[in-house]
């Protein structure tokens, strides 16, 4: 009988991971490698190069916050591409923020995003094949008095994916966005050494637990992979119902 998985499978196909040597980005290339993919994981961390090695692939070190950077990635040729690399930025109101901080979260969030798909999605395009996955956020979809760049840029990205999709589905480019809520990783360390804080938080949403950077790597496959092969342009909230939910 066939694998009735096969439609998760990504043999042959290469995949480039942007913020691979940790949290959700580690556990997506984990997962994007286990099914099959040559994995290039890009990170600033040096420790990238040695988790690529394990994962029989190839780390590069980057700061993908420089543009120059960026461009030089976005030379490898991939099948899948999964910007992930992200930053919250200092917490407070928005008009807080100093003009160093807000660009450089932006540089990070939103034109590292930009740049490297501008460069891979023509790629994929002329290839006949490609899906991108971009890690956007609930703070993208919903105001947000603490975070409010941060937010700003991850609901850039659901239109990034929104307009990637509309521009190279024509050429068999898949573009989609995933919006985690609250997932247990460094990221979100803030929230979760703070009991009152995550007792709140996790009050608010349905499932009443923090998510894992695995189940935000398995939506990933899903789109990545020709599981997906029919959507385009959407944005998968993974959040144990936190969006959804009035709080009670
Ligand atoms: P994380 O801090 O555990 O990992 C982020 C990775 O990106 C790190 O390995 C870091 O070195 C890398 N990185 C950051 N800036 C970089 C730069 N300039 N150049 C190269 N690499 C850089 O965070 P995470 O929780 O795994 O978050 C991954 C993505 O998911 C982010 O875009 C984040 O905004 C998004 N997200 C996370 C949560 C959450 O609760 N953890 C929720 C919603 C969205």
């Avoid at 700061?63 to 991939?78: F, I, M, N, R």
């Avoid at 590292?112 to 956020?137: E, F, K, Y």
């Amino acid at each position: 009988m066939a694998d009735p998985l096969a439609a998760f499978r990504l043999d042959g196909r290469t995949a480039l991971v942007t913020g691979a040597a940790s949290g959700i980005g580690l556990a997506i290339a984990r997962l994007f490698a286990g099914a099959g993919a040559s994995v290039i994981l890009a990170d600033r961390d040096p420790a990238v190069e040695g988790i690529a090695a394990d994962l029989g692939g190839r780390g590069v070190i980057a700061d993908l916050a420089d543009p120059a950077q960026v461009d030089a990635l976005g030379d490898e040729p991939t099948d899948i591409l999964a910007c992930n690399a992200g930053i919250a930025g200092p917490a407070g109101p928005m008009h807080a923020m100093d003009d160093a901080a807000r660009a450089a979260l932006y540089a990070i969030n939103l034109e590292h995003p930009i740049r490297l798909t501008a460069r891979t999605a023509p790629a994929m395009a002329a290839r006949g094949r490609g899906s991108i996955v971009l890690l956007s956020s609930i703070a993208g979809l919903r105001g947000n008095a603490g975070l409010g760049h941060y937010g700003i840029t991850k609901a850039a990205l659901a239109q990034l994916a929104r307009n990637l999709a509309v521009e190279f589905g024509p050429q068999g480019v898949r573009a989609n966005a995933i919006a985690p809520g609250l997932i247990a990783t460094d990221w979100a360390s803030a929230i979760l050494s703070n009991p009152e804080r995550t007792e709140r938080r996790l009050g608010a949403t349905p499932l009443r637990r923090v998510g894992t950077p695995g189940q935000v790597a398995n939506a990933a496959l899903f789109l990545a992979s020709d599981a997906g092969g029919f959507v385009t342009g959407q944005t998968l909230v993974v959040d144990g119902g936190t969006l959804i939910s009035d709080g009670n």
